[in-house]
């Protein structure tokens, strides 16, 4: 009785063992399918993964800038102060389309009566709009030197001046407006404050396409703030 016993007991141990084992391996499976998983994530292709995720390399291509500067221009309007904005729109990582607008003011004007009185005025103040491809070309640091070529129009408004250079002669000089077409080639460069903020010095030259074709050189700084 005792062996039977033994005997019952051993063949009911060995079949739980042996109905045991699907169990252990069934458990232990979804850590090694986890662990394949991981492994073909990590083998993931690399075209595969840009696909999958763009929007970094968006961000990045894909960007706002305003400017507001404030500096000297010179030229037919001599040296006097000058204001301008721009809006800059990145399509590629480092080219950019910018529509710019600026404003000088009047400088001194030179009228000579010959044999008669010879003195300066000012002059009408003169605007600009121009439409610009800018190329970001080098980058040092925080420095970041641009280079740009455009074109657009250059204008005045009619003016007219009183002008008493002696006491008892009196002078009325007329200015008509002008609206010239002029092509614009210049640079700069911006110094990242921060990821936004930065400070810009931009240089150009129009040149002026007016019954005689002149120059008008613009230097101007100020800030920029990217988004």
Not at 33 to 40: D, F, V
Not at 140 to 145: D, L, M, N, Q, W
Not at 209 to 221: C, K, N, P, R, V
Request: charged share 20%; with cysteine.
């Amino acid at each position: 009785m005792k062996k039977l016993t033994l005997v019952l007991f051993s063949m009911s141990f060995l079949l739980a063992f042996i109905c045991g084992l699907p169990l252990v391996a069934d458990e232990s499976f979804p850590s090694s399918n986890i662990a394949k998983t991981t492994e073909a994530e990590k083998s993931t292709d690399p075209a595969t993964a840009l696909l999958l995720d763009t929007s970094s390399e968006e961000k990045r291509t894909t960007r706002f800038a305003v400017s507001f500067y404030s500096g000297l221009g010179a030229g037919n309007i001599h040296t006097a102060l000058s204001f301008g904005g721009a809006f800059t729109y990145f399509f590629k990582e480092k080219l950019a389309i910018e529509i710019e607008g600026g404003y000088s003011l009047g400088g001194k004007d030179k009228v000579n009566i010959p044999e008669v009185v010879s003195f300066n005025i000012k002059g009408p103040g003169v605007y600009n709009f121009l439409a610009h491809i800018l190329y970001d070309i080098k980058q040092i640091r925080k420095f970041v030197f641009y280079g740009k070529v455009g074109a657009g129009g250059v204008g005045s408004s009619s003016k007219e001046v009183v002008a008493n250079p002696r006491a008892n002669l009196f002078y009325n000089v007329r200015y008509d407006p002008i609206k010239d077409f002029a092509l614009s080639i210049g640079g700069g460069f911006r110094y990242q404050r921060s990821s936004h903020w930065a400070i810009r010095v931009d240089i150009k030259e129009l040149i002026v396409f007016a019954e005689d074709t002149s120059g008008i050189f613009i230097a101007l700084g100020g800030l920029c703030y990217s988004f």
